[in-house]
T-cell receptor, first 112, second 113 residues
Framework: EDQVTQSPEALRLQEGESSSLNCSYTVSGLRGLFWYRQDPGKGPEFLFTLYSAGEEKEKERLKATLTKKESFLHITAPKPEDSATYLCAVHSTQGGSEKLVFGKGTKLTVNP | GAVVSQHPSRVICKSGTSVKIECRSLDFQATTMFWYRQFPKQSLMLMATSNEGSKATYEQGVEKDKFLINHASLTLSTLTVTSAHPEDSSFYIC?????????FGPGTRLTVL
């Protein structure tokens, strides 16, 4: 069964304190690993897609990396506006239909 | 690019009534749209996959007669919650797929009294 596990569930950082979020996955044939940001009461906002081990993508203070078993979302010198829930998902064809399987997310709080 | 809208953003209705939620891809055409449900402090649960011009595919445990999905054009999918009850109160989010990536709408908060 395709699965995604994110850790930690919640993370509190001070402004400027860099850290990483983890996403472990098991999927039969990776066709894409996705990172989204979700603010309270809003839909997820697309951040990155990674397709193969060793791939990296960056956007402002965020960098996503991928290995054969997990992905990391590195946050460098975070600011309070980076506070959100970060969701990881893998593209799955389980059950004969194509869909995203989501992790439960990591709630990030950045204090000023 | 890749903007998805939903309407309404909030709806409050009485038990037993039906509610329709619209999902539109504003700047691209989407042959496939998805409907999710999200409970407080939980992740997204896929309800159904909507394909333009054909019947939707529902996930196990989702009642297709209760959650009616219509995908009549390449830019519009609708979800109708029929005979809504308080347990249907939730945050409903749609997404539209382009180039293997799903882009999400802002969500609709449904409250059934």
């Amino acid at each position: 069964e395709d699965q995604v596990t994110q850790s930690p569930e919640a993370l509190r950082l001070q402004e400027g304190e860099s850290s990483s979020l983890n996403c472990s996955y098991t999927v039969s044939g990776l066709r894409g690993l996705f990172w989204y940001r979700q603010d309270p009461g809003k839909g997820p906002e697309f951040l990155f897609t990674l397709y193969s081990a060793g791939e990296e993508k960056e956007k402002e203070r965020l960098k996503a990396t991928l290995t054969k078993k997990e992905s990391f979302l590195h946050i460098t010198a975070p600011k309070p506006e980076d506070s959100a829930t970060y969701l990881c998902a893998v593209h799955s064809t389980q059950g004969g239909s194509e869909k995203l399987v989501f992790g439960k997310g990591t709630k990030l709080t950045v204090n000023p | 690019g890749a903007v998805v809208s939903q309407h309404p953003s909030r709806v409050i209705c009485k038990s037993g009534t039906s509610v329709k939620i619209e999902c539109r891809s504003l700047d691209f055409q989407a042959t496939t749209m998805f409907w999710y449900r999200q409970f407080p402090k939980q992740s997204l649960m896929l309800m159904a996959t909507s394909n333009e011009g054909s019947k939707a595919t529902y996930e196990q445990g989702v009642e297709k007669d209760k959650f009616l999905i219509n995908h009549a054009s390449l830019t519009l999918s609708t979800l109708t919650v029929t005979s809504a009850h308080p347990e249907d109160s939730s945050f409903y989010i749609c997404s539209a797929s382009i180039r293997n990536t799903q882009y999400f709408g802002p969500g609709t908060r449904l409250t059934v009294l």
